[in-house]
């Protein structure tokens, strides 16, 4: 029978078990979304020249800035991000 306590991880040569993994720091996650929700500001206000200039904002970020992008500007404003996707139903393509 499978045992359902978690396992440790094995000790790396220098005797500690910290292999890594998501950075939990509150200041630097914080910092991260100041910066997302700033450039989902941007892209809503780019929407008005049109979807070309989304996607050129996108472009520059990355795969999560991406993502945290949309999911900041479908919340704040969802009608922008509906003309988002009537005029661009493609935009999915963009978080690649």
């Known amino acids: 029978m499978p045992s359902s306590s978690p396992s440790t991880p094995p000790i790396n040569e220098d005797g500690d078990n910290n292999r ?3 950075d939990t720091d509150t200041e630097l996650s914080d910092s991260w979304w100041q910066q997302v ?3 989902a500001q941007l892209a809503m206000e780019r929407i ?3 979807v070309h200039a ?5 472009s ?5 800035e991406r993502l945290g992008v949309i999911l900041k500007f479908e919340d704040a404003s969802p009608e922008k991000f509906a003309q988002l996707v009537t005029d661009a139903p493609q935009w999915t393509e963009w978080m690649a």
């Open 20 to 22: 890594g993994g998501m």
């Open 37 to 39: 929700k700033y450039y």
């Open 48 to 50: 008005e020249n049109g």
């Open 54 to 58: 989304v996607k050129e904002l996108l």
């Open 60 to 64: 520059t970020l990355t795969v999560d």
